[in-house]
């Protein structure tokens, strides 16, 4: 208070002040109302009863560490400990022990922009229903010199179900590209719609008049909207944002192809996607989602009733996804919300 009144009287304003000594100013105002007043503070008196025990926390702490998780975040990390048969303690706790041990790792910074929607809505319900494809730039060794990943992925399962790097983007590749994956993949074109923004390879001849001679039904993103494409944008955003992902730029076609074909394979086969209740495309578009959504909810339902006292609500959802729509119109996000 002698500290606060001094620099007070010397011109300093109160919540700068306060500031200085981590305290509010309404904290010197009650001071100075009730100047012989004791600390009213006193704290938690008692452990919550549903509080983890010290061994349970070791637990945690010990998995959160271990080289083969500390890589994982609590979403990733918490449904794959399910999908083995191990349930520890919910997600929030997971993260409320990482910011109390200082556990959490910075990220780097993503720009969050508005989701404008767009009149354009394909709604998949099966694989190979609508697809989404887009082009992205790797870098070279050589300043200015990129190569450009082609990449199609199913909307419904988010599973890649091709990719192939060239050294320029152009149509004749494009529709080349889209031939073979139909081809590869064994999937009837017909009545297939295949989304993507407004690129020069998207809108070329040769590429529009191939899918017509597929039989694919095209679809673009809305005339100067940059998200208009957002399962594509999603999926090189964790590309290039991956942990894997490489810093320095890749020496030739070939280093490029190999670290593609790992990512592919890891996002596929591995990586939980938080938009299809954390199971891996993989097993979302070979139908083996509800046996795992399945078995994770005997596991809660079993940890609920050995702890009923740590749920206050229901257990988490772990429901399979259904309907999956494509740029959903307002009153849909609405609705769902």
């Known amino acids: 208070m002698s500290a606060i009144d001094q620099a007070t009287a ?24 009730n100047p012989e007043g004791e600390d009213a503070r006193h704290g938690p008196h008692h452990r919550p009863h549903n509080a983890l025990s010290s061994a349970e926390e070791s637990q945690v702490l010990s998995v959160l560490t271990s ?15 399910a999908d083995e048969g191990v349930y520890l303690a ?12 200082g556990l959490r790792r910075t990220r780097r910074p993503m720009s969050r922009t508005h989701v404008t929607r767009s009149s354009t809505v394909h709604r998949a319900s099966a694989p190979n229903k609508v697809w989404s494809w887009d082009i992205t730039w790797l870098p070279t060794n ?81 005339p100067h909207v940059s998200d208009d494409n957002p399962y594509s944008e999603s999926l090189f955003r ?13 020496a030739d076609s070939q280093a490029a192809r190999r670290w593609v074909e790992r990512f592919v394979g890891w996002y596929n086969g591995q990586h939980r996607h938080s938009a299809i209740r ?4 993989d097993e979302r578009h070979c139908g083996r989602e509800h046996r795992i959504l399945a078995s994770r909810h005997q596991l809660y339902q079993r940890a609920r009733a050995s702890n009923p006292e740590r749920w206050s609500r229901a257990t988490r959802n772990w429901t399979p996804i259904g309907l999956v729509v494509l740029n959903p119109p307002r009153a849909d996000m609405q609705a769902a919300a």
Not at 92 to 101: D, G, K, N, P
């Open 10 to 33: 010397g011109g300093a304003r109160l919540a700068q002040a306060c500031q200085i000594l981590g305290i509010s100013a309404r904290t010197i105002e009650r001071w100075r109302d």
């Open 238 to 250: 964790t590309l290039k944002h991956t942990p894997a992902y490489p810093r320095l730029p890749f």
């Open 67 to 81: 080289s083969r998780y500390a890589e994982l975040s609590p979403k990733q990390l918490v449904p794959q400990l």
């Open 142 to 222: 050589v300043r200015g010199i990129y190569l450009h990943l082609y990449l199609v992925m199913d909307v419904w399962s988010r599973r890649i179900v091709g990719w192939k790097i060239a050294d320029r983007e152009s149509a004749e590749l494009a529709a080349e590209f889209i031939t073979e994956v139909c081809r590869d993949r064994q999937v009837d074109p017909r009545g297939l719609v295949l989304h993507s923004d407004n690129g020069k390879p998207m809108r070329g001849s040769t590429m529009v008049s191939t899918l017509q001679w597929l039989g694919v039904v095209p679809s673009f993103s809305r």
């Open 278 to 281: 954390f199971v891996t495309p």
């Open 90 to 101: 919910s997600e929030s706790t997971f993260y409320r022990l990482q910011r109390r041990h």
